[in-house]
């Protein structure tokens, strides 16, 4: 499984939307439940589900879901 299969995952499972299709110029103003709330709740299932860890600053720094999956891939062993 890629990294966009298993984001898209962690992202239709925290905002229960089976339907979410996730692409990398994607933001939270493009889902209705994506508030600070689940921001914070999407990070820490995306730390859980690839057994990363994003520092403070990365958190809030993401433009798009391009952004953070950039940063995702960074992390991943090789």
């Given at each position: 499984m890629n990294t966009t299969d298993k984001l898209t995952e962690v992202f239709r499972e925290v905002f229960d939307d089976d339907t979410l299709v996730i692409h990398d110029e994607m933001t939270a103003d493009d889902v209705d439940a994506w508030d600070s709330l689940s921001h914070v709740n999407l990070m820490i299932a995306i730390e859980i589900a690839f057994?990363?860890?994003?520092?403070?600053?990365?958190?809030?720094?993401?433009?798009?879901?391009?952004?953070?999956?950039?940063?995702?891939?960074?992390?991943?062993p090789e």
């Open positions: 057994d990363i860890s994003f520092k403070q600053n990365e958190i809030q720094s993401f433009a798009n879901v391009g952004e953070l999956k950039k940063n995702i891939e960074e992390k991943l």
